[in-house]
Each structure stands twice: as structure tokens, then as C-alpha cells.
């Protein structure tokens, strides 16, 4: 077992382009996680997935972002339209469903995004 | 809604002491997880430690160990024993233990230990 895998694990873009992220959890993990990072802050929660059932969406989550986890394996973030604010690091977590949230998240080494 | 808060953008530690880092919640939920990361500089985010809402001994594991006051909604991270590895940005984390699971970060504390 070799983590949480994401790829790629750099994105340069130009603003108005499409991008998209993938990302390979522990395969046993039923439970999938997005988050953003921006420079001296806290991982912000985007979306989660439980199997393939994408259970919540933050508010933040515009509807230029759009998440998949087709078959309850590995994951893909589409951010369509980039703008500057969407320069950050884009890091997807994988964590047990049993239990009572006791689970911890482990993270991939995230992929940052930087748009011009 | 939930809220994590971590008072200390950054500290200071000589190389060989204890340090800890303050960790202050707000949530309505009952049950809860509370978690600890450290995240080094080449960016990866390491699970540390976990405590429980309801469990009734702070939780330890090797050199860290959680400070929990439940009353005062606090979880303050221990360092023993601080080492040159242990310079990192450390994130305080709460997670529901009912509904959509999702878990909060605090805004960070960033620990230097000095030699």
C-alpha cells in the first residue's frame, strides 16, 4: 500500500482554462475527502465522498467545481474557468467509514495549482 | 457550525524541551474526534494523534500527548522531549462523530525548535 496518490502534483494554467485533479486512495478507504490549503492557513473542507455517493459540498465548492469518484475508487476534481483565487493546494484525504469518526484522514501530497 | 482555533501563529522551542500548542474548539455536537496533524515543510500532512469526546483519559502516543479540558472545549498537543524534526506547521482538527463526518482545521501554528 503506497498512500493517497495524487496526481499531478504541480498544475500551471492560465486563467479561463479547465483543469483536473486526480486523486487514488488507500484502497480499502470507502471514505474520500477534497480540501484546499492556501499559504498559512488551515486545509479547507470542499467535499466528501462515502463510495461513489457524494455525501457534502461546502459552500465553497462553486459551481465551477465539480467532483467525481466514478465506482467508489479513485477521485477527480474539475475546476472549470480557473481564476487567480483559485491558486492553492488541492489536497484529497482517504480514511476508514467504520467506527465513530474515529478514523483518521491521510492525505496525499496535494497538488498545487497555480493560475496566471 | 464548527470552529477550531489555534491562538499561536508561531513558537518557539529549544531543541530537548517540552512545548505545547493550544488548540480551542466550539461545537454543538456531543460526540466528537479531535485530531492533531503536523505538516513539514515538504507539504505532506501526518496524522499524530487522536482523542475521543467521551473518552476519559488523555489520549498519548510516543513523544505527543493531548492536554484535553473538555469543559473548557480545549486540546492542547504536548511535545515532549522537542527534536530539529519537529519544526512544522501543526493543525488542530475536529471531526462529528454523527452525520457527514467532515473534519475542520484550525489555522495552524507553525513550531520552530531552536538547537
Known amino acids: 500500500d503506497t498512500g493517497v496518490s495524487q496526481n499531478p502534483r504541480h498544475k500551471i494554467t492560465k486563467r479561463g482554462q479547465n483543469v483536473t485533479f486526480r486523486c487514488d486512495p488507500i484502497s480499502e478507504h470507502n471514505r474520500l475527502y477534497w480540501y484546499r490549503q492556501t499559504l498559512g492557513q488551515g486545509p479547507e473542507f470542499l467535499t466528501y465522498f462515502q463510495n461513489e455517493a457524494q455525501l457534502e459540498k461546502s459552500r465553497l465548492l462553486s459551481d465551477r467545481f465539480s467532483a467525481e469518484r466514478p465506482k467508489g475508487s479513485f477521485s477527480t476534481l474539475e475546476i472549470q474557468r480557473t481564476e487567480q483565487g483559485d491558486s492553492a493546494m488541492y489536497l484529497c484525504?482517504?480514511?476508514?467509514?467504520?467506527?465513530?469518526?474515529?478514523?483518521?484522514?491521510?492525505f496525499g501530497n496535494g497538488t498545487r495549482l497555480t493560475v496566471t | 457550525a464548527q470552529k477550531i482555533t489555534q491562538t499561536q501563529p508561531g513558537m518557539f522551542v529549544q531543541e530537548k524541551e517540552a512545548v505545547t500548542l493550544d488548540c480551542t474548539y466550539d461545537?454543538?455536537?456531543?460526540?466528537?474526534?479531535l485530531f492533531w496533524y503536523k505538516q513539514p515543510s515538504s507539504g505532506e500532512m501526518i496524522f499524530l494523534i487522536y482523542?475521543?469526546?467521551?473518552?476519559?483519559q488523555n489520549a498519548t502516543e510516543g513523544r505527543y500527548s493531548l492536554n484535553f479540558q473538555k469543559a473548557r472545549k480545549s486540546a492542547n498537543l504536548v511535545i515532549s522531549a522537542s527534536q530539529l524534526g519537529d519544526s512544522a506547521m501543526y493543525f488542530c482538527a475536529m471531526r462529528p462523530h454523527r452525520g457527514g463526518n467532515d473534519m475542520r482545521f484550525g489555522a495552524g501554528t507553525r513550531l520552530t525548535v531552536k538547537p
Open positions: 482523542q475521543g469526546s467521551y473518552d476519559e
Open positions: 461545537t454543538s455536537d456531543q460526540s466528537y474526534g
Open positions: 484525504a482517504s480514511s476508514l467509514g467504520r467506527g465513530r469518526g474515529s478514523s483518521p484522514l491521510h
